[in-house]
């Protein structure tokens, strides 16, 4: 079956076992653009010209960063490669200050496969990096935390350190190394500040 046939089938069938629970039912069909959209409409021209289908094309609503976040998150997936590293960031951000934390996972979690998809090249440590996502906002980094693995903590901040600021010292490296969980923590999140090695120095002397 072509789209448009398979979601009315299955629209239809879905409310038929469960009409006791809903007195009505509606449904968007959502494009990346109108190209893709299935040629033949011409026998569902009833529902798609009424209240019940509502076709939505990502390509026309508008410029990302005035989107509501859920829906820029949507929009991302139609991104040029070259920009979205770049609007990836900024949404990152926008969850951070705008979504609550347990909500927070989801979205950030649903950006970096978005861009990983896009990127296949690179690893998913690689992406993180290249979105200044935070040790803590990591899938691995939960992973970590629960089973309490200093060292492998350690080793990712470093290797966001290194992408960020070039190749550390030993004596940085075996410094880095002997933090706590919950000070690693706080520098992988401090270490999207640094730009030069002096920053990473001067950070490391304030936690002594």
């Known amino acids: 079956m072509n789209g448009y046939e398979r979601v009315f089938a299955e629209s239809a069938l879905y409310f038929y076992r469960n009409r006791e629970r809903f007195r009505d039912w509606q449904a968007s069909v959502i494009y990346p653009t109108r190209?893709?959209?299935?040629?033949?409409?011409?026998p569902h021209r009833t529902l798609l010209s009424g209240e019940q289908v509502r076709r939505v094309y990502l390509d026309e609503l508008g410029e990302i960063r005035a989107l509501p976040l859920w829906v820029a998150v949507m929009v991302l997936?139609?991104?040029?490669?070259?920009?979205?590293?770049?609007?990836?960031?900024?949404?990152?951000?926008?969850t951070r200050q705008e979504v609550s934390e347990s909500a927070r996972r989801a979205i950030i979690e649903l950006i970096?496969?978005?861009?990983?998809?896009?990127?296949?090249?690179?690893?998913?440590?690689e992406i993180e990096a290249m979105l200044d996502i935070t040790l803590k906002e990591t899938r691995v980094y939960q992973e970590i935390k629960e089973e309490g693995r200093q060292e492998e903590?350690?080793?990712?901040?470093?290797?966001?350190?290194?992408?960020?600021?070039?190749?550390?010292?030993?004596?940085?490296?075996?410094t880095i190394s002997g933090l706590s969980l919950s000070?690693?923590?706080?520098?992988?999140?401090?270490?999207?500040?640094?730009?030069?090695?002096?920053?990473?120095?001067?950070?490391?002397?304030a936690q002594e």
Do not use: C, H, M
Not at 77 to 94: F, M, N, V, W
């Open 183 to 205: 000070v690693l923590e706080e520098l992988g999140e401090a270490l999207l500040d640094f730009t030069s090695l002096s920053d990473l120095e001067g950070w490391l002397v």
């Open 153 to 174: 903590a350690a080793n990712l901040v470093i290797r966001q350190l290194t992408k960020r600021l070039g190749e550390l010292s030993e004596d940085l490296r075996s």
């Open 112 to 125: 970096t496969t978005i861009v990983t998809y896009r990127f296949e090249n690179l690893s998913r440590r």
């Open 35 to 42: 190209r893709v959209e299935q040629e033949e409409v011409y």
């Open 77 to 94: 997936t139609t991104i040029e490669a070259d920009q979205l590293p770049g609007e990836a960031r900024y949404l990152l951000s926008r």
